[in-house]
């Protein structure tokens, strides 16, 4: 199994959610999803927003991993399109907090998903503790 290395706290609350795309291998590129995920979300109204669906897509994530049938795979795969679409919109800007840096630059490898769940779970009760949730 792939392992990683993972620090925590990160430095912003953008920098804990981005970890989470770099642990989802990126499995569609599609212009046709983009475009409809775009569609559905329009502009973004605010942080506290984004951390809303973040958190309903990572719930669905959850429920849908270990599922093996072809549905459950492509429900999973269209969620992991639409949470780094929301990810790609929170982190706009390139964080300027090197450590924030050093910490994505070193997860960004293969995932071990038996290890996903427990620091899942930890980023979402981070990112909820923070100033401004």
């Known amino acids: 199994m792939a392992s990683y290395v993972l620090s925590y706290p990160f ?18 590129d599609s212009v046709e999803v983009q475009v409809r995920l775009r569609a559905i979300y329009g502009s973004l109204e605010s942080e506290r927003e984004l951390r809303r669906r973040v958190d309903r897509v990572m719930d669905e994530v959850k429920q849908l991993i270990g599922k093996c049938n072809k549905e459950a795979m492509a429900k999973e795969n269209a969620l992991d399109s639409e949470l780094q679409q929301i990810l790609r919109d929170i982190h706009r800007e390139p964080c300027t907090v ?4 050093e910490r994505l630059d070193r997860v960004a490898q293969p995932v071990d998903y038996a290890k996903f769940e427990n620091d899942r779970r930890h980023i979402i009760e981070n990112s909820r503790g923070t100033p401004g949730s």
Do not use: S
């Not at 804990?16 to 569609?28: R, S």
């Not at 090197?98 to 840096?101: D, K, L, T, Y």
């Open 98 to 101: 090197v450590e924030c840096q």
């Open 11 to 28: 430095k912003c609350w953008a920098c804990q959610t981005a970890w989470a795309e770099a642990m989802w291998p990126k499995t569609l």
